[in-house]
T-cell receptor, first 114, second 112 residues
């Protein structure tokens, strides 16, 4: 199974800081890279996604940066808030694949201190 | 708008017992999925279904059985539970194979 490697496992920042979560993949045939956010006791929910034809995508305070040559992508959270405290999962899916081919990273637990 | 509902929320069972986890969605989404979430492993796909009566294996299907006789339901059965199947199980659905996943709130299963 192709892997998606996510780091760090956990992250603590102060309110207003900019946490950055990184993911790296091996398979150049991936064409869709979503990020999911999960709060305790809840299922993951899609936060933001990017395709490899763009290098950056921004939605509100959340930005994905994508480096196709390095096979890496990262999530930046601007002006982080305590309410952003959650576990974040990156994922990748192969060309022409369905969500049945989505491969998740192992997750990053983010804590934003007030 | 119930969305996607999993039951039970918590389940404790003994090794060797059969247990079924239920998943129901109200959107008439074509695709449904079962994942397990374990510390250090993230989310791993067990089985998925592209439509009623069509199912396919994911990354970790051994020890699990699924069926999908109706579009809205996708039960997951552990035929003979083992301790290694202690996990949090998430059901998800998507409108098409290309659209975002919508997850339920999970079932925490403990096998003693």
């Amino acid at each position: 199974q192709q892997q998606v490697k996510q780091s760090p496992q956990s992250l603590i920042v102060q309110k207003g800081g900019i946490p950055i979560i990184n993911c790296a993949y091996e398979n150049t045939a991936f064409d869709y890279f979503p990020w999911y956010q999960q709060f305790p006791g809840k299922g993951p929910a899609l936060l933001i996604a990017i395709r490899p034809d763009v290098s950056e995508k921004k939605e509100g305070r959340f930005t994905i940066s994508f480096n196709k040559s390095a096979k890496q992508f990262s999530l930046h959270i601007m002006d982080s808030q305590p309410g952003d405290s959650a576990t974040y999962f990156c994922a990748a899916r192969g060309y022409g694949g369905s969500q049945g081919n989505l491969i998740f990273g192992k997750g990053t637990k983010l804590s934003v201190k007030p | 708008d119930a969305g996607i509902t999993q039951s039970p929320r918590y389940k404790i069972t003994e090794t060797g017992r059969q247990v079924t986890l239920m998943c129901h969605q109200t959107w008439s989404h074509s695709y449904m999925f079962w994942y397990r979430q374990d510390l250090g492993h993230g989310l791993r796909l067990i089985y998925y279904s592209a439509a009623a009566d069509i199912t396919d294996k994911g990354e970790v299907p051994d020890g699990y059985v699924v069926s999908r006789s109706k579009t809205e339901n996708f039960p997951l059965t552990l035929e003979s539970a083992t301790r290694s199947q202690t996990s949090v199980y998430f059901c998800a659905s998507s409108e098409t194979g290309d659209s975002p996943l919508h997850f339920g709130n999970g079932t925490r299963l403990t096998v003693t």
